[in-house]
């Protein structure tokens, strides 16, 4: 079935380093990737997304290429900052209504 | 522009209780919705989805069902609460139109304890 892996948190970093959270997916198919972030006590926000290989998603500074080739919706960012502390989950859809979503990453970023 | 309510916000309950949690959208119509359940420290678990009024499909086997009397409510409900439906409950809705490619967008979620 479709599943979705990511890295194990909590990752920490320094305000300004260069952020790379890995995902990887098994799926059969054609879906469509997806990066959800999720901020201390609020609900899910979509990140960023795309629909097809080779497509690149971004927003806020983040991105993310979906690579065919090796499964992958890595997700990056060049210098981060406090503010972008939160728990980013991968996600993948299929065609039957559903996001089959990873355990999720913590990122800690200290100033 | 759509927007996505829940509540309540907070919610502690004794072992036994009832359960009732609602979720509304405006500014659609014929949404997807759903619930999800995260607990601690974990990612998210479908719970329910539905795809018109009346439509409800279950994911997890559990003491807990869901309803969708109008087309952009759905309420999460369970007769008898265990101490593990303590979580985190959001819902979401999407358009439907195309599935591949749909983004679910979020509540603000439901804090449950029970105790």
């Known amino acids: 079935g479709n599943s979705v892996t990511q890295m194990e948190g909590p990752v920490t970093l320094s305000e300004e380093a260069f952020l790379t959270i890995n995902c990887t997916y098994t799926?059969?198919?054609?879906?469509?990737l997806f990066w959800y972030v999720q901020y201390p006590g609020e609900g899910l926000q979509l990140l960023l997304k795309?629909?097809?290989a080779d497509d690149k998603g971004s927003n806020k500074g983040f991105e993310a290429t979906y690579r065919k080739e090796t499964t992958s919706f890595h997700l990056e960012k060049g210098s981060v900052q406090v503010s972008d502390s939160a728990v980013y989950f991968c996600?993948?859809?299929?065609?039957?209504?559903?996001?089959?979503w990873g355990a999720g990453t913590k990122l800690i970023i200290k100033p | 522009s759509q927007t996505i309510h829940q509540w309540p916000a907070t919610l502690v309950q004794p072992v036994g209780s009832p359960l009732s949690l609602e979720c509304t959208v405006e500014g659609t119509s014929n949404p997807n919705l759903y619930w999800y359940r995260q607990a601690a420290g974990r990612g998210l678990q479908l719970l329910f989805y539905?795809?018109?009024?009346?439509?409800i499909s279950s994911e997890v086997p559990q003491n807990l069902s869901a309803s969708r009397p109008q087309d952009r409510q759905f309420i999460l409900s369970s007769k008898k609460l265990l101490l593990s439906d303590s979580g985190f409950y959001l819902c979401a809705w999407s358009t439907g139109t195309e599935m591949r490619t749909d983004t679910q967008y979020f509540g603000p979620g439901t804090r449950l304890t029970v105790l």
């Open positions: 539905s795809v018109g009024i009346g439509q």
């Open positions: 996600a993948l859809s299929d065609s039957n209504y559903q996001l089959i």
């Open positions: 799926a059969t198919g054609y879906p469509s």
């Open positions: 795309a629909t097809k």
